[in-house]
């Protein structure tokens, strides 16, 4: 029972930062098939996918880590977005969207008492 709400709890902030791991995964390949100008935000890209990835596990499994895990996802999601936001493409602007919604997740699970 305490497992099922744990995950209740942690529940949009976890579907946030899957949305942002696939977002991003597919705006570094993106960005590495069509511009080597890109390189910074595939980079980044990597980088916010790792991270969600881990808050994902983290958050899943009711980690006493995972609000300090969030607050570095969310600093990592927000610097991705404006990175993204310099580029004029679908998939730039889709993960950059995605990575705003993280962001606000991952705050607030942050601001959450372990």
């Known amino acids: ?3 099922t709400m744990v995950q209740q709890r942690n529940r949009a902030c976890l579907d946030a930062c899957a949305e942002c ?3 991003c995964e597919t705006c570094n390949y993106n960005c590495c098939v069509t511009n080597a100008d890109m390189a910074e ?3 980044l890209c990597l980088d916010c996918a790792t991270v ?3 808050c994902v ?3 899943s499994r009711g980690s006493a880590w995972a609000s300090r895990m969030c607050r570095i996802c969310a600093e990592l999601c927000e610097a991705c977005a404006a990175e993204c ?3 004029d ?3 730039c602007r889709e993960c950059a969207a995605s990575c705003r919604r993280c962001a606000e997740q991952c705050r607030a699970m942050a601001a959450v008492p372990a």
Do not use: E
């Open 52 to 54: 969600c990835a881990s």
């Open 89 to 91: 493409m679908d998939y």
């Open 21 to 23: 791991q696939q977002a």
């Open 41 to 43: 935000c595939a980079r």
């Open 57 to 59: 596990t983290l958050l």
């Open 85 to 87: 936001d310099k580029y």
């Open 1 to 3: 029972m305490a497992t």
